[in-house]
C-alpha cells in the first residue's frame, strides 16, 4: 500500500492532477438530485465510450470500400471470434445511445433544468442529439447492404429537394453522380473521424457547463427562477442542504450505468447484430428497404402526407423543429421549474411521444406499401369463390392476375395501400366498379388500357359478389325506375 | 527604452503573426475547398453523363418492358456492384423506346414492372406509374425520369451516369403529367 502511495505521490508531483480532481468529484450537490432522475446523462456518457471501444474493434476487422464492406461484415458475423458480438454490442448500443440521449432530454425539459443560467447546456445539448442521430445514420450507411444503398438513395432524394441547391448538395453528399464507393468512403470519415471528434468536444463542454453551473437542483412547485435572484439562491441551498457529488450521489449513477450496460450485452447476445441484410448490388430490384428503428417515424411520415405537403414539411419542418428547440431557453429562461406547474410542457411530451410512437408502429406494418408478391403469392380465400359462375371466377383471375391484390386485401390477405374489397359491392353500385376500375382516381391507377372490355366484365361480376350473405348489394336506384315498364308514356299527366 | 514601448512592439508583433497566420490560412483553405467540393464543381476527368450501351436492340421485343443494366461512366475499382445501376427499357415499335430511370421520383427506392397490369410500383411508399412512365397515383409529384436515348448499329444507348432525383431535369415522362391525371383510354 506504501508503495502504491509513493508512487501515486511522484506522479502527482509532476501531473499537479489530484488537487483539481478532487475538487471536481466532490463538488456539492443539492441533496434531493441525489436521485434515479438523475442518471441518465451519466449513463448516455459510458454507453458513448462503450460505443467508441467497440467501434475502434469493428475497424480493425471493417474494410470501408463498396466493393468489400459487405464481405468484411460476413466475415466479422461468422469467421471471427465472437465478431457477431462485437458487432450486436455496437449495433444495439447506438439504439440504447438514441433512446437514453432523449430520455435524459426529456427530463431535462420536465424539470427545466435549461432555464437560466443553463441555456447554453442545453444548447449544446441539442447539438449532441443531432450528432447522435447523425451518427446513428451514418453507422448504417457503414452496414453497406441494400437497406443502407436504398436509404442513402432516400437521403438524397430528400437533399434534392432544397430549392437550387438541391443538386449539389447530393453531388456533396454522395461524393460524385451515383451512390458508390466515393459514398461510403466520405460516410465513413465522417462516422469515425468527424462526428466522433465534434462528440468528444461538446461533449467535453456539456460536462464543463454542469460542473461550472452545477446540477439543476430539484424542482419545486413555486420556486420560481429569476435571473436577479437566483445564483444567490443556489448558493444558498448548496451551502445549507449540498451534498459532496462523490460518493454522495454517484452511487446511483454508477449503479444505473451498470444496469445499462448489463442489459446492453443481454440484449446484444440474444438478438445478435444487425443484419446486413442483402448485398448492396444496384442491379437486385427485389427489395423493400426499410431504414433502422429511430428513422422508422420519418418512413410513415412520408407516406401519409399529402404529396405537396411534403416538400415544405421535408425542408421548413426540421427548421422550425430546431429552431423552436434551440429558442426554447431564452423564451422560457424563467418562471416555474415544476413540471407540476408546467401543463403545456407535459402535454407537448406527451403529445410528441404519442405521435412518434404511432408512426413507429405503423412503419412496423407499413400498410401504405403495396404488398409486391401477393397477386402471385396470397391466394384469394376460400368464401369468396365457392358457389361462383364461370363468369365472376374468371373475374377473380383477373383481380389476381392485374395485381389488384397488391392493393387490395379480400380476407385480410393481400396489400393494405388500397381499401379492403371484402364489402366493396355494398359500397358500389356495378356502375361505379366500373367507373373506379376504367378511370381509376381516389389514388387509384386507371385500368382503362390494359384492361379488355371482357375482362373489365368479368372483374367487376367478381366485384359485385363481395358482400356479406344477407345484405342486398349497393345497387343505383333511378336504375331500377329506368328499367321498370313504363305505365305511363313520357309527357302524360299522372291520373 | 521604456515598458510601454516594449509591449506595444511586441503586441504589434503578435498582430503581424496572427495576420500572417490568416493570410496562409486563407490561402491553404483554397485547395482544401476546391478538394472538399471536388464532387459538386465536377473537377474530374470523365463526364458525369456519358452514351452508355444497354446492348444489342434484340433483347427488347417491340411492346415489350425490360430491364437493362448499364455501368456508369465514372466508376472506381473499388466500387463492386455499386458501377452498375439498372434502366427500364420500353420498346414501343422498332424506332422508339422510352427508358426509365429505376428510381421512384418519390424518395428513389427501385420501382417494379408488372406487365400484366400495365404498372410500374414501388415497394416503399406506394407510388405507381403507368406504362409510359407517367404517374398513376401515390406520393410521387411526377412521372418517371427518363434517359436520352439513341440507337447506333443495332445497338441501344442511353446517356446516364449521374442519380436521378425528384430534381433532375425531367425526361418527357415528366412532362407528359405531372399532376396526376391522365387522359383514360
Known amino acids: ?246 460518493p454522495g450521489a454517484v452511487y446511483k449513477d454508477i449503479f444505473f450505468a451498470g444496469c445499462v450496460l448489463l442489459t446492453l450485452a443481454i440484449v446484444a447476445a440474444y438478438f445478435g447484430p444487425f443484419g446486413p441484410s442483402g448485398r448492396p448490388d444496384p442491379t437486385i430490384i427485389q427489395t423493400v428497404p426499410r431504414p433502422d428503428y429511430f428513422f422508422l417515424w420519418l418512413y410513415a411520415l412520408l407516406s401519409l402526407l399529402p404529396p405537396q405537403m411534403e416538400t415544405p414539411a421535408l425542408l421548413i419542418g426540421p427548421v422550425v423543429a430546431l429552431l423552436f428547440l434551440l429558442l426554447l431557453p431564452f423564451l422560457f429562461g424563467e418562471g416555474e421549474k415544476s413540471w407540476k406547474r408546467r401543463p403545456i410542457a407535459v402535454l407537448t411530451i406527451l403529445l410528441v411521444a404519442v405521435v412518434l410512437g404511432t408512426f413507429t408502429d405503423l412503419a412496423g406494418h407499413a400498410p401504405w406499401s403495396p404488398v409486391m408478391d401477393a397477386w402471385s403469392g396470397d391466394p384469394i380465400p376460400q368464401q369468396f369463390l365457392q358457389k361462383r359462375s364461370a363468369l365472376e371466377r374468371q373475374g377473380a383471375l383477373i383481380f389476381q392476375l392485374k395485381q389488384c391484390h397488391n392493393c387490395h386485401a379480400l380476407g385480410e390477405e393481400g396489400g393494405k395501400r388500397g381499401p379492403a374489397l371484402d364489402n366493396v359491392a355494398l359500397l358500389l353500385t356495378p356502375d361505379q366498379l366500373i367507373r373506379q376500375v376504367i378511370q381509376g382516381g381516389g389514388n387509384m391507377p386507371a385500368y382503362g388500357k390494359n384492361l379488355s372490355p371482357p375482362e373489365t366484365t368479368a372483374l367487376v361480376a367478381f366485384l359485385k359478389t363481395l358482400h356479406p350473405a344477407g345484405q342486398q348489394p349497393a345497387r343505383d336506384a333511378s336504375r331500377a325506375v329506368a328499367e321498370e315498364p313504363a305505365t305511363h308514356p313520357p309527357g302524360s299527366k299522372n291520373p | 527604452m521604456t515598458l510601454p514601448d516594449n509591449l506595444s512592439r511586441r503586441a504589434m508583433f503578435v498582430k503581424l503573426g496572427i495576420l500572417f497566420n490568416g493570410i496562409i490560412a486563407a490561402l491553404l483553405a483554397i485547395p482544401i475547398l476546391r478538394y472538399v467540393l471536388s464532387s459538386v464543381t465536377r473537377a474530374r476527368k470523365v463526364g458525369y453523363e456519358t452514351w452508355l450501351p444497354l446492348g444489342s436492340l434484340d433483347q427488347f421485343p417491340a411492346g415489350q418492358t425490360r430491364l437493362g443494366t448499364f455501368c456508369n461512366p465514372d466508376v472506381q475499382p473499388w466500387d463492386g456492384k455499386t458501377a452498375y445501376s439498372d434502366c427500364w427499357v420500353r420498346r414501343i415499335d422498332d424506332r422508339t423506346f422510352q427508358v426509365f430511370a429505376i428510381n421512384c421520383m418519390h424518395l428513389g427506392c427501385p420501382v417494379r414492372w408488372f406487365p400484366q397490369s400495365g404498372l410500374f410500383m414501388c415497394p416503399c411508399h406506394g407510388g405507381v406509374y403507368y406504362e409510359d412512365g407517367a404517374r398513376a397515383s401515390g406520393p410521387p409529384e411526377r412521372g418517371l425520369f427518363e434517359y436520352a436515348y439513341k440507337i447506333e448499329d443495332r445497338k441501344l444507348y442511353i446517356k446516364a451516369g449521374e442519380l436521378p432525383t425528384p430534381a433532375s431535369p425531367g425526361g418527357p415522362a415528366a412532362l407528359i403529367d405531372i399532376s396526376g391525371k391522365r387522359p383514360c383510354a
Open chain 1, 1 to 246: 500500500m506504501r508503495l502504491i502511495r509513493q508512487i501515486g505521490e511522484w506522479f502527482d508531483e509532476r501531473l499537479q492532477l489530484a488537487a483539481t480532481l478532487r475538487e471536481t468529484v466532490e463538488h456539492p450537490v443539492p441533496r434531493e438530485t441525489a436521485s434515479w432522475f438523475y442518471v441518465f446523462g451519466s449513463a448516455a456518457l459510458v454507453v458513448f465510450v462503450m460505443q467508441i471501444i467497440t467501434g475502434i474493434m469493428l475497424a480493425v476487422i471493417y474494410v470501408p470500400s463498396a466493393g468489400e464492406a459487405w464481405n468484411s461484415l460476413q466475415t466479422l458475423n461468422h469467421s471471427i471470434a465472437l465478431g457477431w458480438y462485437i458487432r450486436a454490442l455496437h449495433g444495439w448500443g447506438s439504439n440504447f445511445m438514441v433512446a437514453i440521449v432523449l430520455i435524459h432530454m426529456v427530463q431535462v425539459f420536465l424539470f427545466g433544468a435549461f432555464k437560466y443560467p443553463r441555456e447554453l447546456t442545453w444548447i449544446v445539448g441539442i447539438f449532441l442529439l443531432l450528432m447522435t442521430l447523425g451518427m446513428a445514420f451514418s453507422g448504417q450507411v457503414l452496414r453497406f447492404d441494400q437497406d443502407a444503398f436504398w436509404g442513402i438513395g432516400i437521403g438524397a432524394s430528400i437533399s434534392s429537394r432544397v430549392p437550387i441547391m438541391g443538386p449539389w448538395i447530393v453531388n456533396l453528399l454522395l461524393g460524385g453522380p451515383i451512390i458508390a464507393g466515393a459514398t461510403l468512403s466520405r460516410f465513413f470519415a465522417l462516422h469515425v473521424f468527424v462526428i466522433p471528434g465534434m462528440l468528444i468536444g461538446f461533449i467535453g463542454l456539456h460536462l464543463l457547463m454542469v460542473l461550472k453551473l452545477g446540477i439543476n437542483e430539484w424542482p419545486m412547485p413555486g420556486r420560481i427562477v429569476r435571473k436577479s435572484t437566483y445564483l444567490k439562491e443556489y448558493h444558498e441551498l448548496i451551502k445549507k442542504d449540498g451534498i459532496p457529488f462523490f
